[in-house]
């Protein structure tokens, strides 16, 4: 063996080489504590490439809004909160319409960016290339997602303030429950992108993402639909949103918050566990 090669073996046995870092064992596997890099690359990507899409992202639910709430809404009548108070249509669906902007923004950059750095940029393989562990990466991802979210659902708030659809104080509880949200669904999308291989794979999340936003109570209420039907719907991760965030700007509190609240903190535990676990599966072992 040559002397060169020597050194590159021995680099790649550090970890401070060519190859991957060695690992020992317990959470520092896992876990360096730095997910902030990961955000702070996002974000200048997001800054150089992605600000046009977002902005799409932000306009789209006050479309939405602007054409059924307000044109088709002045038809609709005897709608109600979830207190059985009534309420206009437009007020009805607004909080639908934020919880799904929460959903949206969380979703696609946890799947279809996460997709694209994971199988054509390569970029986890040099993340963890360096101190970085795969919680890292997960985590960082997922704050992107959830900032995503969040700035898309903060936004349609203050529109939602403009048209005075806003119809209790609690109303500002919508923000960190729409956080929640974004957080939620942007755990369980990074943990099923990891998953997926192929392009053909990705057309499964919108397959599902559609009939979700149709018929989580976002336009109608749930008891139009027959009983098997609103035992499926409840079962759904957005209408779980839907109900949560309509609960606080109407000011419908009741016990019923704390399970919505307990559905998306499982949602989170679940997503974190899985991700972390593929990819160091996929990157590590």
């Known amino acids: 063996m040559s002397s060169t ?34 955000v702070v690359r996002g974000l200048v990507a997001t800054r150089s490439t992605n600000w046009i899409v977002v902005l799409t992202g932000v306009v789209e639910p006050v479309f939405y809004l602007l054409s059924l709430g307000v044109g088709l809404g002045g038809y609709v009548t005897g709608v109600t909160d979830p207190a059985g108070n009534p309420i206009s249509y437009a007020a009805f669906i607004a909080p639908a319409l934020l919880a799904v902007s929460a959903m949206n923004g969380a979703v696609y950059d946890s799947t279809w960016n996460v997709f694209f750095k994971m199988h054509f940029g390569k970029l986890y393989q040099g993340m963890l290339a360096t101190s970085l562990g795969p919680l890292d990466i997960a985590l960082g991802e997922i704050l992107l997602a959830l900032l995503r979210g969040g700035v898309y659902g903060t936004i349609f708030l203050v529109v ?22 974004a957080f939620g669904f942007a755990s369980i999308g990074m943990a099923i992108t990891s998953y997926l291989k192929t392009f053909q794979h990705m057309d499964w999340i919108q397959f599902v993402m559609l009939p979700m936003f149709l018929l989580s109570a976002t336009f109608y209420p749930l008891t139009v639909y027959p009983e098997p039907i609103q035992w499926f719907i409840q079962a759904m991760p957005l209408w779980h949103g839907v109900e949560l965030i309509r609960s606080l700007t109407t000011g419908a509190i009741g016990p019923m918050l704390l399970v919505h609240v307990a559905y998306y903190a499982v949602m989170v535990a679940i997503g974190m566990v899985f991700t972390t676990r593929r990819l160091r599966a996929l990157f590590l072992d």
């Open 5 to 38: 090669t020597a050194r590159v073996a021995a680099a790649r046995s550090r970890g401070d080489g060519t190859g991957p870092r060695r690992r020992g064992g317990g959470v520092r596997a896992l876990y360096a504590g730095n997910a902030r890099s990961v």
């Open 160 to 181: 939602m303030t403009a048209l005075g659809l806003n119809l209790s104080w609690t109303a500002v509880l919508a923000l960190p429950a729409l956080l929640l949200i």
